[in-house]
């Protein structure tokens, strides 16, 4: 079990360009989330899913897109990056249950906007 | 929504003493509170997490104790061994369908000298 993938580990764009970041999962897990980590202020969600082909915001949405095609696979988009969106992303899954689970997170991805 | 506040920002301890990391929740319907490691340049991942109808919880070196009643909860690490040493964030999950959605800390980092 490769457990959950991210692609790419590190991006630098410049203000405006878009890309997408991908996290896969190969534990069944129905439910799928993407965080942002910046110093001093933790882990922040930004949006998540709990099935394919069904997502919704978290608590800092804007900037982001999201699908989920396939229940394994939850793409983040930045459609015009910013240099405020300069963190480090990671993705999570976990299995549903109610009250909450381990929640199990890729490697993360570095992304820079100049 | 739910705020998580997590002290000290900052803990420095020697070799073999303990470490005390304490976090307070604001939505009383928390049932759910988890602590994840994450050492430099890496993933977080679980360490001990606790429900609402436990009040402590101890793996090892490590335990979880909670305050239901003033909303707090805290990590206590016994023995500190120097990779000890990484960020350590609380969260908790909101009882319901709150899709075991987490709501982090903003971190502590840890540093056990030799």
């Known amino acids: 079990n490769a457990g959950v993938t991210q692609t790419p580990k590190f991006r630098v764009l410049k203000t405006g360009q878009s890309m997408t970041l991908l996290c896969a999962q190969d534990?069944?897990?129905?439910?799928m989330y993407w965080y942002r980590q910046d110093p001093g202020m933790g882990l922040r969600l930004i949006h998540y899913s709990v099935g394919e082909g069904t997502t919704a915001k978290g608590e800092v949405p804007d900037g982001y897109n999201v699908s989920r095609l396939k229940k394994q696979n939850f793409l983040l988009g930045l459609e015009s990056a910013a240099p405020s969106q300069t963190s480090v992303y990671f993705c999570a899954s976990t299995s549903k249950l109610a009250g909450g689970n381990e929640q199990f997170f890729g490697p993360g991805t570095r992304l820079t906007v100049l | 929504g739910e705020n998580v506040e997590q002290h000290p920002s900052t803990l420095s301890v020697q070799e073999g003493d303990s470490a005390v990391i304490k976090c307070t929740y604001s939505?009383?319907?928390?049932?759910?509170f988890p602590w994840y490691k994450q050492e430099l340049g890496k993933r977080p991942q679980l360490i001990i997490d606790?429900?609402?109808?436990?009040g402590e919880k101890k793996d090892q070196r490590i335990a979880v104790t909670l305050n239901k009643t003033a909303k707090h909860f805290s990590l206590h690490i016994t023995e500190t061994q120097p990779e000890d040493s990484a960020v350590y964030f609380c969260?908790?999950?909101?009882?319901?369908?709150?899709?075991?959605?987490?709501?982090f800390g903003q971190g502590t980092i840890l540093t056990v000298h030799p």
């Open positions: 606790i429900r609402s109808n436990v």
């Open positions: 939505d009383s319907a928390s049932n759910y």
């Open positions: 969260a908790d999950v909101e009882k319901g369908t709150s899709y075991g959605k987490l709501t």
């Open positions: 534990m069944n897990h129905e439910y």
